[in-house]
């Protein structure tokens, strides 16, 4: 069983940045791939970033160049770097994790049977 917690959402101006971090407890995080989603009011799910247990990376289309993700394996936490944010990020954010050596980890699919948390709330003003 594998426990997830985002933090770091908050109220920004356009332009501005913030890091979101996934944080895992229970089990050793290192053999998981893990995704960033988020949600805005009215809209369906959006996948927007993914890292695998090796460390390759993915990112939606409408945030390369922005957001940046890592993984920290000794501290079992993911980072999500989020640079020149616009009011189109605001969203609920959300961190996914699956137990995966294989492929497929950049496929949002790969995580709807997977350990989600609670999300963290990010809000860009204009």
């Known amino acids: 069983q594998v426990q997830l917690a985002e933090s770091g959402g908050g109220l920004v101006q356009a332009g501005g940045s913030l890091r979101l971090s996934c944080a895992a407890s229970?089990?050793?995080?290192?053999?998981?791939?893990v995704g960033w989603f988020r949600q805005a009011p009215g809209k369906e799910r959006e996948f927007v970033a993914a890292?695998?247990?090796?460390?390759?990376?993915y990112y939606t289309d409408s945030v390369k160049g922005r957001f940046t993700i890592s993984r920290d394996n000794a501290k079992n936490t993911v980072h999500l770097q989020m640079n020149n944010l616009k009011p189109e990020d605001t969203a609920l954010y959300y961190c996914?994790?699956?137990?995966?050596?294989?492929?497929?980890?950049?496929?949002?699919?790969?995580?709807?049977?997977?350990?989600w948390g609670q999300g963290t709330q990010v809000t860009v003003s204009s």
């Open positions: 996914a994790a699956q137990n995966t050596y294989g492929g497929g980890w950049s496929s949002s699919n790969l995580y709807d049977d997977g350990y």
């Open positions: 229970g089990r050793t995080f290192r053999s998981y791939a």
């Open positions: 890292v695998s247990w090796s460390g390759n990376v």
